[in-house]
């Protein structure tokens, strides 16, 4: 909800952050921000619109051409080091930020906030290393040719309420190390802990302008960063209908996207894999952060003569999932992160129940823990169910199964997304041979939910452009010149090429 100027409150309140420092919007507005867990408002924003885009991105130009840029690649290092270590002085302060906005475990946040300073050292390694190349003359003696690789300018970035900071950094770190500035408009659902993070690497060396956070309640604030003339480059991660948008506004711009959208990852289980292990995995991949996050994986598609005991095993364990309090260190799953999501994940619940389709646990609200609680979901049905083929982004896994190898890759591929999948088996040859069948921009071997700075992470199909994380993620924000210098200063004809 917004809040009108001048309104008084008693609630922690976070301003935009705007050329070093934090600023309320030019309209007064703020909006408030709720803690799913305890059900009420803890702090409130700034509600900015279209003007105040205006001035962070106008603060971004203005560091792009200046300071940052003559910085250089060995200054951008020294800072990027010094970022990674304020992260880490920073971690717990940060975590319970993400805790109030989203309702994700403490002990998660934590684990996430102390391992983020990684990227910027690993990015910034990369910094000093940007390299054009040399290329053989086209005639000899007539012209010498090289390349540059420069920073593509101003980024705006659009991130998600179910990892902010984690996402943020999968484009953060890597267009810092090309040499661009960023203006992020951070999820209405969690914007605290970016704001509260562009202050600590501010604080830390990083300049004024460099990161600017633009908060808003409605989607004016976003749409503006998207389709803004000043911007060079929009770095997303969201839903794949809102990035659809969010790419027709930066293309009527010509300006590059990067996607990150949404998935249905499949988990493929074969007999011979260790079923306990797999249900390990299972639990790991679709329950752990309350099925929120866009690898989830929700699709089991397991080999019909194991079904039933690895469906159980899951069963069981997802029964002793313990939820509550997200700040005690014994909860293992907290609630859903806002009021749309969770009645979206009980919608596709009863969805399920009237196509007829067998719920082996959960499928309902906590009713003992009141809030945004649904419990741990495992629903038996076939490929062509509705709860198996859409996006739930919950708590939720879907079961059905498989024959054989063939069967397994066509299922497991039969989704227009292509974000992440993982293959449980114990032999090798199958392993490498299901890897290179399935359509995903990431499959784990016996394992799930895996990331790190120095490996790509991205989508095929509907689940994204582009590759965040990675030597490969600097690609995305430069760009490639090509110089050709006249080396016999003679006189060319006019009318020809070359």
């Known amino acids: 909800m917004t809040i009108a100027p001048g309104t008084a409150t008693d609630l922690q309140h976070f301003g935009m952050f705007i050329d070093g420092k934090q600023v309320d919007a030019l309209s ?32 971004s130009r203005t560091a792009f051409e200046g300071e940052w840029r003559e910085l250089g690649g060995f200054g951008r290092a020294r800072v990027m080091r010094r970022l990674a270590d304020a992260i ?8 319970l930020l993400e805790v109030n906005d989203s309702g994700k475990l403490l002990r998660e946040m934590r684990g996430q ?10 990015f910034s390694g990369l910094a000093d290393k940007l390299e054009g190349r040399t290329v053989p003359q086209l005639a000899p003696q007539t012209y010498f040719g090289y390349t540059l690789r420069e920073p593509i300018g101003v980024v705006g ?53 460099v990161l600017n956070v633009v908060t808003g309640w409605d989607r004016s604030t976003g749409e503006a960063l998207a389709s803004h003339t000043g911007i060079d480059k929009v770095a997303f991660t969201g839903s794949t209908a809102t990035g659809a948008k969010v790419a027709q506004a930066a293309v009527a711009n010509i300006n590059r996207v990067t996607l990150e959208l949404g998935g249905k990852s499949p988990q493929v289980v074969f007999a ?5 292990a797999a249900a390990n995995g299972l639990v790991a991949g679709v329950f752990a952060a309350t099925g929120q996050t866009c690898m989830a994986g929700s699709r089991l598609i ?25 700040t005690q260190a014994d909860t293992e799953m907290g609630p859903v992160a806002n009021q749309p999501q969770y009645d979206k994940v009980l919608g596709y619940l009863q969805g ?4 007829g389709w067998t719920i082996a646990t959960g499928g309902e609200p906590n009713d003992d823990l009141g809030g945004l609680f649904v419990k741990p979901t495992v629903v038996v049905a076939e490929h062509d169910a509705t709860i198996a083929r859409e996006e739930v982004f919950g708590p939720v896994l879907t079961a059905y199964t498989f024959r054989d190898e ?35 921009g990431t499959v784990w071997v016996n394992a799930y939910r895996v990331v790190a700075p120095n490996m790509p992470f991205g989508g095929y199909g509907l689940s994204g452009i582009g590759r965040e994380n990675g030597a490969a993620a600097v690609e995305e924000y430069l760009e490639t010149k090509s110089v050709y210098i006249e080396l016999t200063g003679g006189t060319r004809d006019p009318f020809t090429l070359g």
């Open 302 to 326: 397991v080999h019909e003569s194991v079904r039933d005991e690895l469906v159980a095993k899951v069963v069981a364990r997802a029964e002793t999932i313990l939820q509550g309090d997200p």
């Open 88 to 95: 880490t002085d920073n971690a717990e302060r940060l975590a």
């Open 272 to 276: 011979d894999a260790d079923l306990d």
């Open 406 to 440: 063939d069967e397994a890759i066509r299922l497991a591929n039969d989704t227009p997304y292509g974000l992440a999948g993982a293959v449980w088996t114990k032999d090798v040859h199958r392993a490498h041979r299901m890897v290179a069948a399935i359509k995903a």
């Open 157 to 209: 970035a659009i991130t998600p309420w179910n990892s902010p900071l984690l996402l943020l950094t999968f484009k953060l770190a890597p267009l810092l190390a090309a040499g661009c500035t960023c203006v992020v408009k951070p999820s209405e659902h969690a914007p605290a802990s970016t704001i509260a993070f562009a202050e600590v690497l501010h604080e830390a060396g990083l300049p004024a302008g």
């Open 28 to 59: 007064g507005r703020t909006f408030e921000s709720q803690n799913p867990y305890a059900g009420e408002p803890w702090a409130t924003i700034a509600d900015g619109g279209p003007e105040d885009v205006d001035r962070a991105v106008a603060s």
């Open 352 to 355: 399920a129940r009237d196509e």
């Open 113 to 122: 906030l102390n391992g983020l300073g990684a990227w910027y050292s690993y």
